[in-house]
Nanobody, 118 residues
Framework: QVQLVESGGGLVQPGGSLRLSCAAS????????MGWYRQAPGKQRDLVAS???????NYADSVTGRFTISRDNAKNTVYLQMNSLKPEDTNLYYC????????????WGQGTQVTVSS
């Protein structure tokens, strides 16, 4: 059984910063790509940022230059540092990881709410 547990969401004023964390636990053989997605009510879940096991990163245009994704392979954890937050960044943020237990499967976290408001 594999679990992804997110933390770090909350309420922040425009221009502020938050750091999201997502820790994977369970009978993990290997973790491949990890990433963060976000979803507003009634809309599709969109990629925010991803990072490979080797550290290559990819960002949505809307967050490039403001958000930074990183990972600690020893802790099976991925982070999302969010700076210069805007009201339109308000969303439910989900962690995702491709993890091998016996076969490689995709796993999702439960989501953490980020609200940017004055």
């Amino acid at each position: 059984q594999v679990q992804l547990v997110e933390s770090g969401g909350g309420l922040v004023q425009p221009g502020g910063s938050l750091r999201l964390s997502c820790a994977a636990s369970g009978s993990i053989a290997s973790i491949y790509a990890m990433g963060w997605y976000r979803q507003a009510p009634g809309k599709q879940r969109d990629l925010v940022a991803s990072i490979t096991s080797g550290g290559s990163t990819n960002y949505a245009d809307s967050v490039t230059g403001r958000f930074t994704i990183s990972r600690d392979n020893a802790k099976n954890t991925v982070y999302l540092q969010m700076n210069s937050l805007k009201p339109e960044d308000t969303n439910l943020y989900y962690c995702y990881a491709n993890i091998k237990v016996d076969v490689i499967k995709g796993y999702w976290g439960q989501g953490t709410q980020v609200t940017v408001s004055s």
